[in-house]
């Protein structure tokens, strides 16, 4: 899940609540748009089985 920053950045949280402290964990902070998406799917293979 991709979240534009006030700062003008984007950054990748989890899809699911943190159930510890009830908000989506950070998995990075990117420039662009395009670097967060790319991550995203590094993220997602990674998270099934790769």
Same mark, same amino acid.
């Given at each position: 899940?991709? %979240?534009?920053?006030? +700062? $003008? $950045?984007? %950054? /990748?949280? +989890?899809?699911?609540?943190?159930?510890?402290? &009830? !908000?989506? !964990?950070? /998995? $990075?902070?990117? =420039?662009? %748009? =395009?670097? =967060?998406?790319?991550?995203? !799917? =590094?993220?997602?293979?990674?998270?099934? &089985? $790769?």
């Amino acid at each position: 899940m991709i %979240r534009k920053l006030k +700062s $003008g $950045g984007f %950054r /990748l949280y +989890s899809r699911k609540l943190n159930p510890k402290t &009830g !908000r989506r !964990r950070n /998995l $990075g902070t990117f =420039a662009t %748009r =395009a670097q =967060a998406e790319k991550h995203e !799917r =590094a993220v997602q293979f990674f998270k099934h &089985g $790769g």
